[in-house]
């Protein structure tokens, strides 16, 4: 690329040194001196159709075969690359990393968000019934728009384990939210305090429509649940009552009757209902 400079008598070599630096293209990023960003269109309301790259210069001869897009929590098709827009067809709402392998081009994978139209009662990605969205994204990151419940209860069980049961001490957790978005790491703080907690554990240990990052519902997305309860079906068939993963005290959990409206606390003891949810 030809660069006019113009400049001082006596400043020639400081200027033919600029110019040369910038035939090799400024701001060059890892494996490439042409940088860019991604973005996606798409919202909850209108699916992600297509992903625009913004470069730092003209890349000669670009093609789709030099994108690799590799699932994460979502996962697309593509298109034939027109200009900078790649057309792409979402099969799985979430996140999705892209990565340039052309020569010139900087090789940092890029992390971008898609997204799927997804309906109230409509199967979700992990097979479960979509129960709540969210035009404003939540969660860790604010990387989920959507919660889906798993079709069946998981069974009954206990909070906290036995060695934290009375006549033990019991264990607090302390460090658990009661918000839509909390129920992930409230189920992972559980774990870490009590690595054999059955509630928790159980849905950790869950893996419905080979998804491994199923949680125990927190406070508010327990009433999520029980306000869908009639789209998500399931539910009361080994008793009215389910717990969270939200602590209340030292000893007591909140659970929610899924037979009247009403959320209480009660016994980490107390045998409870449980059933698995994930975001995305």
Not at 146 to 172: I, M, R
Request: aromatic share 10%; charged share 15%; with cysteine.
């Amino acid at each position: 690329m030809k660069k006019k400079v113009q400049f001082l008598r006596g400043a020639v070599f400081t200027a033919i040194l600029f110019a040369a630096v910038l035939s090799c293209g400024g701001g060059a990023g890892a494996g490439g001196g042409i940088t860019y960003t991604v973005t996606a269109n798409g919202n909850t309301s209108d699916p992600t159709n297509k992903l625009t790259f913004d470069f730092s210069d003209t890349v000669d001869g670009l093609t789709a075969s030099d994108i690799t897009l590799t699932s994460g929590t979502g996962s697309v098709t593509t298109g034939t690359l027109s200009g900078t827009e790649l057309p792409v067809t979402v099969t799985n709402g979430g996140t999705i990393t892209v990565k340039i392998t052309k020569d010139g081009v900087e090789s940092t994978p890029k992390t971008v968000k898609v997204f799927k139209v997804y309906a109230i009662g409509a199967t979700g990605p992990g097979g479960g019934i979509i129960f709540y969205v969210s035009p404003a994204s939540f969660g860790p990151g604010n990387a989920w728009n959507y919660l889906e419940a798993d079709p069946a209860d998981l069974g009954n069980f206990t909070w906290a384990s036995p060695q934290h049961l009375p006549p033990n001490a019991p264990l607090t957790i302390s460090s658990t939210g009661t918000a839509i978005g909390t129920g992930y790491a409230n189920t992972a703080a559980i774990l870490a305090a009590d690595p054999d907690a059955p509630a928790a554990k159980a849905c950790k240990n869950y893996s419905g429509g080979g998804k491994n990052d199923w949680f125990l519902p927190s406070k508010d997305e327990l009433t999520q649940l029980y306000q869908k309860k009639d789209v998500i079906g399931g539910f009361g068939a080994l008793g009215e009552y389910y717990q969270s993963s939200s602590e209340r005290f030292v000893s007591t959990k909140y659970y929610r009757s899924f037979s009247v409206d009403f959320e209480g606390d009660d016994t980490k003891a107390y045998l409870m209902g449980v059933r698995p949810i994930r975001a995305f």
